[in-house]
């Protein structure tokens, strides 16, 4: 995937054509090359597509501050001479969490539509002082760019489902002086802990929850509490947007 940076400084993949835009937002820990197949077949049926590397990760700026509302606000001037009314936003995990608080009405004209894959939507006290604890450790540095590439590949739920070389990969490291790097900011991490029912509940634009039957992170039943109409895709994993393009963009229709 081929990008370039917005005015804010985001590294944003773009393709396709159309007046209908789907705005792809990748999930923590991973980058805009996640979507590589699912932009593929919205350009195949005939749809604009844009994929950013969110703030902290990829070729994206570094610095902070990474709540949700950041990353928002970082979108909505992403968006900001696009028709709202032709806007769809697909999600995944974290990015359907800022997707949702773009659609929350706080940052600007709503979306048309919302569609989040693999939202994790119950978390403990013990999993957000785990998050929280995450983002006060040093980045590692890793002698070599393969060690580095698996760490990221592990990191952003991709380690077993791609090859070590896979394009899904693209963006995820960086040289440092010393060695390779995940190209993540670990301060990442100090977005979790809001609701995240309340910010799913809060998004003003109709909103579609989905997930992989088999994602350990989320089950139908929970979506159901939110969306009445949730979709569990069968026998897809917590990244069913890597291992099942199509039955991903399926869920636009």
Do not use: Y
């Not at 703030?55 to 001479?81: C, E, K, M, T, V």
């Amino acid at each position: 995937m081929q990008g370039t940076e917005d005015r804010n400084g985001l590294w944003v993949a773009r393709g396709g054509e159309g007046d209908r835009l789907v705005v792809l937002l990748h999930g923590l820990g991973a980058t805009a090359a996640v979507w590589r197949g699912v932009a593929a077949r919205l350009e195949s049926r005939g749809h604009r597509w844009i994929a950013p590397d969110l703030r902290g990760h990829g070729r994206s700026p570094s610095d902070g501050p990474f709540g949700f509302g950041n990353h928002a606000a970082d979108i909505a001037q992403l968006l900001a001479a696009e028709d709202p009314a032709c806007v769809t936003v697909l999600g995944h995990s974290f990015g359907g969490v800022v997707g949702a608080l773009l659609c929350g009405g706080l940052f600007g004209p709503v979306p048309a539509r919302l569609v989040t894959l693999g939202v994790k939507i119950d978390w403990s006290t013990e999993e957000i002082a785990g998050a929280q604890a995450s983002a006060l450790r040093p980045a590692k540095v890793f002698a070599t760019r393969a060690e580095a590439l698996e760490r990221h590949a592990k990191v952003s739920g991709l380690f077993g489902l791609v090859t070590p070389d896979a394009p899904e990969l693209d963006g995820g490291v960086c040289a440092t002086g010393d060695g390779f790097a995940l190209a993540m900011n670990p301060r990442v991490f100090t977005a979790v802990g809001p609701s995240v029912e309340q910010i799913l509940r809060a998004s003003l634009a109709p909103t579609r929850l989905s997930a992989g039957s088999d994602d350990p992170m989320v089950s139908l039943e929970t979506m159901l509490r939110i969306d009445p109409g949730a979709r569990a895709l069968p026998g897809l994993p917590h990244n069913a947007h890597v291992t099942d393009p199509a039955a991903v963009v399926a869920l636009l229709d």
